[in-house]
């Protein structure tokens, strides 16, 4: 098969995006429950998202920031036109969760598009955030029948050993022989010596 230009696979990408666009919004439009007006915010957000999105996938650079950034008010915005349209009935005490949620999903998809694989930089602070994510929902949605201010006060340290756990887990993970998956050799030593942060900004080549 011949090779395809750069513009021409420019061209099909943004073809492409605005094409899931066009889908999802009359796919809500068909689906909704009820009548609404034009939703802006939702809209808005979605289509922001999408541009940082493209102008990232197009960039000869692998901007992870812009990634995560384009990916999370995509999500948010989709999500925000769901509960607008009720077609996703969630109260607004759990919708600031499944922002948490969004974000650690965000923070994987960004590992993968920088590095190919999970980086110890991105599935710590992901695993938290997902974790945190559903013990909130949780509460707000009143699956935990105690509030979570008593949970909290009497049961905090729960949260140090999850942060535990989960460097145990990633510490035993990694010493596994021949494991390629989510990391790589010496991923986690490479990880501290790019000194990344977050891993947002550029890794030295």
């Keep these: ?74 999500l948010m915005g989709i999500y925000a036109l769901l509960v607008d349209t009720q077609i996703l009935r969630v109260s607004t005490n759990a919708s600031w969760p499944v922002c948490l949620l969004i974000c650690g999903m965000c923070l994987i998809f960004a590992s993968f598009y920088k590095y190919r694989c999970l980086r110890g930089v991105y599935l710590f602070p992901a695993t938290l955030i997902i974790l945190f994510g559903f013990a909130f929902l949780a509460f707000s949605t009143g699956v935990a029948k105690v509030s979570f201010k008593h949970f909290v006060s009497k049961w905090w340290p729960f949260f140090i050993i999850a942060c535990g756990v989960i460097l145990l887990v990633l ?35």
């Design 171 to 205: 510490y035993l993970y990694q010493q596994l022989p021949h494991n390629k998956f989510p990391y790589e050799r010496d991923v986690l030593s490479e990880d501290i010596k790019e000194n990344d942060g977050l891993g947002f900004g550029e890794s030295s080549e």
């Design 1 to 74: 098969m011949k090779k395809l230009t750069v513009p021409f696979l420019n061209f099909i990408l943004a073809f492409a995006v605005i094409l899931i666009l066009l889908g999802l919004f009359l796919l809500v439009a068909l689906t909704s429950r009820v009548d609404f007006g034009f939703p802006l915010i939702p809209v808005v957000m979605i289509i922001m998202g999408a541009v940082v999105f493209y102008v990232t996938l197009i960039s000869s650079k692998k901007h992870n920031f812009f990634f995560f950034f384009g990916s999370y008010f995509c």
